[in-house]
T-cell receptor, first 112, second 113 residues
């Protein structure tokens, strides 16, 4: 039972354009969401997060949007750069718990 | 600088052998986690600990065990390695407060032959 789903295994975007990565969740008890970025042979690193009381959080080129009614969040990267090529994981905290539940990941490739 | 380290980085073992993967963090975090990463499944939680002497099962705990005798270490033991346990294993730690991000180690690639 996958509570956090990333339905696109891969995404290819031209350098300079916008990258949009999507994530859906099923557990209404999730109240905090995070995005992690992972390069090959390295551990995941935290990128950006959003609380369920907000619908948008922005940090430089990265913006995360949350639609609670649809149980959907998305990560926007603009403009996309070659260094953004990585696997991106969506993750969520359940209210009161301190363990993260991850999605399957989306491999983003930025083409020059 | 504080960090979280895993060892070994790569391991090949035979079916049926007991294997222990080490995880050591110098963040002084109470929370520690073990995940495995498999294609199509993302990161799945194996075991986790909220402090010394505390351990809990995650979603894929069968065939694995952990122990927490101090704050810094959470070793993961495969009791009798199986080919289905071939995977990349990540250890992570976080502060014991609500909604704080976890910091990950670089991973251990385990192959069971």
């Amino acid at each position: 039972d996958q509570q956090v789903k990333q339905n696109s295994p891969s995404l290819s975007v031209q350098e300079g354009r916008i990258s949009i990565l999507n994530c859906d969740y099923t557990n209404s008890m999730f109240d905090y969401f995070l995005w992690y970025k992972k390069y090959p042979a390295e551990g995941p690193t935290f990128l950006i997060s959003i609380s369920s009381i907000k619908d948008k959080n922005e940090d430089g080129r990265f913006t995360v949007f949350l639609n609670k009614s649809a149980k959907h969040l998305s990560l926007h990267i603009v403009p996309s750069q070659p260094g953004d090529s990585a696997v991106y994981f969506c993750a969520a905290f359940e209210q009161g718990a301190q363990k993260l539940v991850f999605g399957q990941g989306t491999r983003l490739t930025i083409n020059p | 600088d504080a960090e979280i380290t895993q060892s070994p980085r790569h391991k090949i073992t035979e079916t049926g052998r007991q294997v222990t993967l080490a995880c050591h963090q110098t963040w002084n975090h109470n929370n520690m986690f073990w995940y495995r990463q498999d294609l199509g499944h993302g990161l799945r939680l194996i075991h986790y600990s909220y402090g010394v002497q505390d351990t809990n099962k995650g979603e894929v705990s069968d065939g694995y065990s952990v122990s927490r005798s101090n704050t810094e270490d959470l070793p993961l033991t495969l009791e009798s390695a199986a080919s289905s346990q071939t995977s990349v294993y990540f250890c992570a730690s976080s502060e014991s407060s609500k909604n704080t991000e976890a910091f990950f180690g670089q991973g251990t690639r385990l192959t069971v032959v």
